[in-house]
């Protein structure tokens, strides 16, 4: 029961610690936008031993970014979720150059040997995730120091195998100079989305897919065929002029398939792209992004009504609403080409 008892005492009093360390709100939650150009610290010098027997300093962990965190292999608690949410990771980093390390807090017993076995528990792939090892006091100094992270070792006499060591479980995102730029939550889903987003955004190479670059395309196969068709009712080529909105109605329909796709799959998993211009720029940015998206709610009934108008030989009808249609149609194929240029090939690099 005393064990027990001290136990908790030690966990509550590192809760506290966590709840004061720099960069996190009342609640003890880190709260680093993806796209801030915030900076919270800069990673100590030190010299540890990674599972393969090489040794890793500090800087051999520059030059990419790294998603860091500390664990051991005997913990019982909060590391499973822990290493879980890592191993999740490395398949939200697949193809990008996002460094995972996981740091022992008890060097004593993971030596490189069990680091070995833990980590091919996991699949880890060596060359995106590093297990590392070392003095125990270097380590903790520089969890302390570097990440104001808590740890502590409970004394043998009070120690349970698994509950050893009391220790924080944030994932810290460090870029490619060292500096720290966020903690998140290691044992939650939601530590895990906001780590993924915030390494993502200082990724040389991050994760792409290749719907955006389908919507921008659908949006420009509207456009043409809105501009064909317009020309052809202007030339009384009503057939012709038939055929044309028939298919930008399904190029748009398409579209919007992808879209919706695209924005309840791979939006969950990777994140959105942000803007990264500043001042007028970034103010003209959102004004272009509002505007295509108001217009686009709006303009989807509009267009099945001026079909089924159509349809239904209203003509007068008909030609009264596409009068209205058409721009605002046109206007937001346009711009969905625009919206895509500006983020992906306008786009100023992050800070």
Not at 12 to 19: R, T, V
Not at 37 to 64: N, P
Not at 98 to 124: F, G, K
Not at 205 to 230: I, K, M, Q, Y
Request: glycine share 6%; charged share 20%.
């Amino acid at each position: 029961m005393r064990k027990r008892s001290l136990l908790g005492a030690l966990l509550a009093a590192l809760s506290l610690l966590q709840a004061c360390a720099p960069g996190t709100d009342g609640s003890g939650r880190f709260d680093v936008a993806a796209d801030s150009s915030e900076v919270l610290g800069q990673v100590g010098e030190i010299s540890l031993i990674e599972r393969s027997g090489r040794t890793i300093s500090t800087a051999d962990m520059l030059g990419r970014p790294a998603v860091i965190g500390f664990f051991f292999t005997t913990c019982t608690t909060v590391c499973p979720p822990f290493s879980a949410n890592m191993r999740r990771l490395q398949d939200d980093f697949a193809g990008t150059d996002v460094r995972l390390v996981s740091v022992t807090v008890d060097p004593e017993r993971d030596t490189p040997e069990v680091l070995t076995r833990y980590a091919d528990s996991y699949t880890a792939d060596p060359d995106a995730w590093w297990f590392l090892t070392g003095a125990e006091d270097q380590i903790y100094s520089w969890m302390r120091t570097s990440f104001h992270l808590a740890v502590d070792r409970l004394p043998d006499k009070d120690a349970v195998l698994g509950m050893q060591v009391a220790h924080a479980t944030r994932l810290v995102v460090m870029d490619a100079t060292g500096a720290i730029r966020g903690y998140y939550d290691g044992d939650s889903e939601d530590g895990r989305v906001r780590a993924r987003k915030r390494a993502l955004y200082f990724a040389s190479s991050p994760r792409t897919s290749p719907l955006p670059l389908l919507n921008a395309s659908l949006n420009g196969a509207a456009t043409v065929l809105l501009l064909a068709g317009f020309l052809a009712i202007s030339a009384q080529r009503k057939r012709l002029h038939i055929s044309c909105m028939i298919g930008a109605t399904l190029v748009s329909a398409v579209f919007l398939a992808s879209y919706t796709l695209y924005h309840f799959t791979v939006v969950p998993e990777v994140g959105t792209t942000p803007y990264n211009g500043v001042g007028w720029r970034k103010a003209a940015y959102l004004a272009l992004l509002f505007s295509h998206v108001v217009l686009a709610a709006v303009n989807l009934p509009m267009i099945l009504r001026t079909l089924y108008l159509a349809k239904a030989e209203r003509w007068d009808a008909h030609r009264a609403l596409a009068r209205w249609t058409f721009p605002v149609w046109l206007y937001v194929s346009v711009t969905g080409v625009l919206v895509y240029l500006v983020l992906y090939v306008w786009n100023p690099v992050g800070a």
